[in-house]
């Protein structure tokens, strides 16, 4: 499968902002899918991930993300989104999506990635 990430941007805190994650190739509905985000400096970190049977969603522990981010998918449009609400300038990196067979927060077990879209949040 292939992924394409996009709605990124540069935002002013306080706003939200959807991410989508379109697939190519098979049925993303086939795979558990992940949204990872990675800062300047910083290791890949896990945002959130959505299970391929049943819709199962799974957030990182993060004080930092609990509670703003929303995972979603839509299996009909070949999408998975990443709702991200009350955006702090620490959210600013590069948000990729990938596609495994296993419901995961390790960016090991994923095996197709999306290209990263930037976001941007501004104090």
């Known amino acids: 499968v292939q992924l394409q990430a996009s709605g990124g941007g540069l935002v002013q805190a306080g706003d939200s902002l959807r991410l989508s994650c379109a697939a190519s190739?098979?049925?993303?509905?086939?795979?558990?899918t992940g949204w990872f985000r990675q800062a300047p400096g910083k290791e890949r970190e896990f945002v959130a991930a959505?299970?391929?049977?049943?819709?199962?969603?799974?957030?990182s522990g993060s004080d930092s993300m609990k509670g703003r981010f929303t995972i979603s998918r839509d299996n009909a449009k070949n999408t998975v989104y990443l709702q991200m609400n009350s955006l702090k300038p620490e959210d600013t990196a590069v948000y990729y999506c990938?596609?495994?067979?296993?419901?995961?927060?390790?960016?090991?077990?994923?095996?197709?990635w999306g290209q990263g879209t930037l976001v941007t949040v501004s104090s």
């Open positions: 190739g098979r049925a993303i509905g086939r795979y558990a």
């Open positions: 990938a596609a495994g067979d296993t419901l995961s927060p390790r960016p090991g077990l994923y095996n197709s």
């Open positions: 959505i299970s391929w049977v049943g819709g199962i969603t799974y957030y």
